[in-house]
């Protein structure tokens, strides 16, 4: 270039990216096991939206926990995916009422999904787990490496260690036959298709039901358990299925992935805001006697997060409109 020679032009903005290849076909056969169940129905209408064929059995057509006529089923219909979010699950009471149940159904159906799946050849599948698999006082925010680090909280140890199990099936399919199998654990989940059920539900919809109910029997007080000092994170189940669709085209890895927001609220002030949506007018009374859990789980969703990942339901806006699906139900 000689010295007087005009400047060059320089570009005005970054190169396009390449995208990258999705991991999913599209459009494929997608076997979504546990379809009527909370996460599971969200998922399959998402899958559905986005233009994928969804397979589904309800129980009365295949128990999941029968190895033999899981695998049979899988065989014939050859999905190009599985995502297992079947489980047996519930809250701190039925956890600590039902620990063998929770350890040998959940063992059942996913070694039943997940050999089955393997022996059919299904070539992408995805494991739900749970953000109870990590230990009681890990640090927060809970990164995915902090699995298998210290004691897990015991009102639901049982259904943890089904879970790391089922962590520890795709990894070994990973490792040993080389599978595009992955898992994610989700954060506390909520929205159409919870469970209400006062004996089995997790916090959330037991505190829709409980004010409901309180406002439309005139109840001065609502007594609610332990000190409301702990602090969870909650996720919109149409966030989590759109993670878990957004990990089925991009993610191939062995770690597990963390589903959830990024923030969390103590349980008080979870329950001022139930109080507001419903209209209950009454007190609330805390019951220090009972259990409180894990003190703190917030999820460290980096891993997520880069993959491009950002949920867009609103805590409030998410339980008003999980409280009018359920009033509709009645």
């Known amino acids: 270039m000689t010295a007087d020679a005009p400047p060059q032009p320089q570009p005005t903005s970054e190169p396009e990216l390449t995208p990258r290849p999705s991991l999913l076909p599209h459009p494929a056969r997608v076997f979504v096991a546990g379809h009527r169940g909370l996460v599971g129905s969200a998922v399959a ?7 994928h064929e969804v397979l589904t059995r309800g129980r009365d ?18 999905p190009d995916a599985v995502v297992l979010a079947a489980a047996k699950v519930g809250g701190i009471m039925a956890n600590s009422t039902y620990p063998v149940q929770f350890l040998e159904d959940n063992l059942r159906i996913q070694l039943s999904v997940i050999a089955g799946a393997h022996t059919a050849e299904v070539p992408r599948l995805l494991f739900l787990g749970s953000s109870c698999i990590y230990p009681k006082l890990a640090e927060q925010p809970i990164r995915e490496d902090s699995l298998l680090t210290g004691p897990l909280e015991p009102t639901n140890e049982a259904y943890a260690i089904a879970k790391i199990a089922g962590i520890s099936q795709v990894q070994s399919y990973r490792r040993q036959y080389g599978a595009a199998y992955i898992s994610a654990m989700p954060t506390n989940l909520y929205g159409p298709g919870d469970n209400f059920d006062l004996a089995t539900s997790h916090v959330l919809p037991a505190l829709i039901r409980r004010f409901h109910e309180a406002r439309e029997s005139g109840a001065p007080e609502v007594v609610l358990w332990g000190t409301g000092t702990p602090r969870r994170e909650f996720l919109h189940v149409d966030d989590v299925a759109a993670a878990c669709a ?76 999980t409280y009018k699906w359920w009033l509709a139900q009645h």
């Open 61 to 78: 057509q295949l128990d999941l926990r029968d190895a033999a006529r899981t695998e049979s089923f899988l065989r014939d219909v050859r």
């Open 246 to 321: 957004l990990l089925l085209q991009r993610y191939d890895d062995e770690g597990p992935v963390n589903i959830g927001c990024g923030e969390d609220l103590p349980i008080r002030e979870l329950a001022e805001l139930v109080r507001e949506v419903t209209g209950y007018q009454g007190e609330i009374v805390w019951d220090t006697t009972k259990p409180d859990g894990t003190p703190r789980k917030l999820l460290d969703v980096s891993r997520l997060t880069a993959l491009g990942f950002k949920p867009s339901v609103d805590l409030r806006d998410g339980i008003a409109s």
């Open 45 to 51: 209408r998402r899958l559905d939206a986005d233009g």
